[in-house]
């Protein structure tokens, strides 16, 4: 079954404390992002990759870190230096020479 | 930068009605308009898009508009139905920004029995 996989659907974490989400495509797409909404918010850029071993800030990557070692995986860390880090986090992938980007199921995230 | 704007943030109609979903953008370089469906706690699914070089582009109940010389462009859902029910999303994309996405805030639609 093809697809873009989140985990975990959802996620507590105390103030100061770093977290990772995970992201895994097995479509075969080359770029792979990191989005964040939150409520009543359309979708705001954090990240991108457009290659293995290659990524690029979005428009409010600060406080976040990713990584990408593997074309299927893109993990996103929240570290304790994002200030308001309780959102809903969304990650996509699209295949080069192709436009569409699709997304996964989405990681709820909240600090308590 | 690119600057997407979407209205009406809220949208009720009656089952059998048709819905309209206007999206403005600011950058005349975009080239990719997608739309997207995002039910409650789900992530967002591409349900239409259209490229600059088309005007218009239908599948079956949905359909979506582009006026390039205005710079804006408009999603039309025609016999709503109450799984039409969603928070609906525009996006604008552009090569002079990695043809990534810049979305719209979206607007809840709710189809009433």
């Known amino acids: 079954d093809g697809g873009i996989t989140q985990s975990p659907k959802y996620l507590f974490r105390k103030e100061g404390q770093n977290v990772t989400l995970s992201c895994e495509q097995n479509l075969n797409h080359d770029a792979m992002y990191w989005y964040r909404q939150d409520p009543g918010q359309g979708l705001r850029l954090i990240y991108y990759?457009?290659?293995?071993?290659?990524?690029q800030k979005g428009d409010i990557a600060e406080g976040y870190s990713v990584s990408r070692e593997k074309k299927e995986s893109f993990p996103l860390t929240v570290t304790s230096a994002q200030k308001n880090p309780t959102a809903f986090y969304l990650c996509a992938s699209r295949l080069e020479s192709t436009d569409t980007q699709y997304f996964g199921p989405g990681t709820r995230l909240t600090v308590l | 930068g690119e600057n997407v704007e979407q209205h009406p943030s809220t949208l009720s109609v009656q089952e059998g009605d048709s819905a309209v979903i206007k999206c403005t953008y600011s950058?005349?370089?975009?080239?990719?308009f997608p739309w997207y469906k995002q039910e409650l706690g789900k992530g967002p699914q591409l349900i239409i898009d259209?490229?600059?070089?088309?005007g218009e582009k239908k599948d079956q109940r949905i359909a979506v508009t582009l006026n390039k010389t205005a710079k804006h462009f408009s999603l039309h859902i025609t016999e709503t139905q109450p799984e039409d029910s969603a928070v609906y999303f525009c996006a604008a994309s552009t090569y002079n920004y990695g043809q990534n996405f810049v979305f719209g805030p979206g607007t809840r639609l709710s189809v009433l029995p």
């Open positions: 950058d005349s370089a975009s080239n990719y």
């Open positions: 990759s457009q290659i293995v071993n290659d990524f």
């Open positions: 259209i490229r600059s070089n088309v």
